[in-house]
């Protein structure tokens, strides 16, 4: 069974930083193109960004809203993909989940982790 | 980027009856592979989204066979041929064609 978890939420103030953790099973982590994708209180999801495997290239891409700011990578050793979150903003307050959108095992999502950026 | 559009943004509809919810996008979802990159995704109330749809048409495991996706191109079709209680929330629909990939604003599908 694909489990997708994802940790590291927290209350931060704007400027400040956050690293999230996603922990993989049920599925082969190292073949798998690995997102990141947001949801803001009661919005729709949005895109955050994509790191490929590395037989693919291990290359990332990100939205326009975070690019420069936000940093995803990966462990495969340990099935753990990371968001590096840094000069945080009000407006990246959202829930932010692990997701294989794209590629294979396609459509699956943590429970998500909530960040609040707030002074 | 490419836009995601959906109709209606709400939608009530009775037990048992059909339901279905249009997406269009601003450039065609067709790969050169042949493959369509459209998903439908339903959010539940507290719940993470979760597949119904993957490219274009297949039914994602589990999923009731009351559900199907159609279309191609840049017009896009979700229907429910019987819509039970627990297909109430949101559904989205979502392209990962090309990046960023989007999605659709979301239809609120509740029970009359």
């Known amino acids: 069974e694909v489990q997708l978890v994802e940790s590291g939420g927290d209350l931060v103030k704007p400027g400040g930083s956050l690293r999230l953790s996603c922990a993989a099973s049920g599925f082969i982590f190292s073949n798998a193109w690995m997102s990141w994708v947001r949801q803001a209180p009661g919005k729709g999801p949005e895109w955050v960004g994509r790191i490929k495997s590395k037989s693919d290239g291990g290359t990332t891409d990100y939205g326009a809203p975070v690019k420069g700011r936000f940093s995803i990578s990966r462990d495969d050793s340990k099935n753990a993909l990371y968001l590096q979150m840094n000069s945080l903003k009000s407006e990246d307050t959202a829930v932010y989940y692990c997701?294989?959108?794209?590629?294979?095992?396609?459509?699956?999502w943590g429970q998500g982790t909530l960040v609040t950026v707030s002074s | 980027d490419i836009v995601m559009t959906q109709s209606p943004l709400s939608l009530p509809v009775n037990p048992g009856e059909p339901a279905s919810i249009s997406c269009r996008s601003s450039?065609?979802?067709?790969?050169?592979?042949?493959?369509?990159?459209l998903d439908w995704y339903l959010q539940k109330t507290g719940q993470s989204p979760q597949i119904v749809i993957s490219?274009?048409?297949n039914r994602a495991s589990g999923v009731p066979d009351r559900f199907s996706g159609s279309g191609s191109g840049t017009d896009f079709t979700l229907k429910i041929s019987r819509v039970e209680a627990e297909d109430v929330g949101v559904y989205y629909c979502m392209q990962a064609l090309q990046i960023p990939i989007t999605f659709g604003q979301g239809t609120r599908l509740e029970i009359k």
């Open positions: 450039q065609s979802l067709l790969h050169s592979n042949g493959y369509t990159y």
């Open positions: 997701s294989t959108v794209i590629g294979k095992p396609r459509g699956y």
């Open positions: 490219l274009g048409f």
